[in-house]
């Protein structure tokens, strides 16, 4: 009888211990890449190098899905690359593979990266601190220097396109399934290059914050929460002052434009979970004439 309790206790033990090991594994094991990639620039339209860099990835996979972010981002703007990145890769599914080029120093010692995420998102993107918000929120699993040319576009790799010449090529055999740790070595994730990265708060009953996106409508897009209009007491309907270098604005508290007539402004906490400043039917920054890294106060 002893010996049968002995027995069943270790079977129970096993059982355990194989549970635990199943867990750890799932827990490490990366989602594999899904065929998308979303793809982001600075190159506008006008070029033909998003296309170029399209032929490049349907070559390698003629069934790959090619998804542009946005080719509108301001010519050598790694920050607001960074934000715009951030803000759209936070929507697509764990397996999608990014190619995010705003690259002012191609061609130059600056280091071609494949960064995977904790939550399995695979980012390829020179080394200059464009994956900055990404690594951030998202964390990094591994980080690769794109140094095996098996994977780079055959021929000649030229000093002024690696968009074509090496991501865009990467990017394709990554979202296709090809091996990530054959890209080439591994990095320190303690050795990539991060932007400075201005944190919001409050002080002397003010929300400071900095302008970190201003999109085409010319609505401003601050680092301010919703943390600090509580702290603050700041509620739907209030009316706030916001002050942007030597301008001071007094601006409705709402929750989306058309709370305030047209021509009338607006700020309120939008989609990306920051503070936006808006005139209905208008253009905020042509009155404020900001631009990023401004600081922006605010105060009922």
């Excluded at 270790?10 to 065929?35: D, K």
């Excluded at 070559?59 to 972010?69: A, R």
């Amino acid at each position: 009888m002893k010996n049968k309790k002995v027995l069943k206790f270790l079977n129970y033990l096993i059982l355990a211990t194989l549970f635990i090991l199943v867990l750890t594994f799932s827990s490490l094991a990366e989602t594999s890449p899904n065929g998308i990639i979303g793809f982001l620039t600075d190159w506008g339209e006008t070029d033909y190098f998003v296309g170029a860099c399209k032929g490049v990835m349907l070559t390698v996979e003629p069934d790959l899905k090619l998804v542009d972010i946005s080719h509108g981002v301001t010519p050598f703007d790694i920050q607001e690359g960074a934000n715009t990145l951030l803000y759209a890769a936070r929507e697509f599914s764990e397996g999608t593979v990014f190619l995010a080029i705003v690259d002012p120093g191609v061609g130059t010692e600056r280091k071609p990266l494949l960064v995977v995420t904790k939550n399995d998102k695979y980012f390829i993107a020179p080394d200059n601190g464009i994956l900055t918000l990404v690594i951030n929120e998202m964390g990094i699993k591994k980080v690769y220097e794109l140094k095996n040319n098996k994977y780079f576009r055959p021929g000649k790799i030229s000093k002024d396109f690696h968009g074509r010449d090496i991501f865009s090529p990467v990017a394709a055999h990554i979202a296709s399934g090809d091996s990530v740790s054959e890209v080439g070595p591994e990095l320190n994730p303690k050795d990539l290059v991060m932007l400075p990265i201005k944190k919001s708060k409050v002080e002397n009953k003010t929300a400071i914050g900095y302008v970190v996106y201003i999109n085409q409508y010319g609505n401003i897009i601050v680092n301010i929460t919703q943390d600090e209009f509580d702290e603050l007491g700041i509620k739907l309907g209030d009316d706030v002052n916001v002050k942007i270098g030597d301008k001071t604005q007094k601006i409705k508290v709402g929750t989306t434009y058309g709370d305030v007539p047209e021509g009338d402004w607006v700020c309120f906490i939008a989609c990306n979970d920051v503070l936006e400043i808006a005139i209905n039917w208008g253009n905020a920054n042509e009155f404020f004439q900001t631009e990023l890294n401004s600081i922006v106060e605010l105060k009922k």
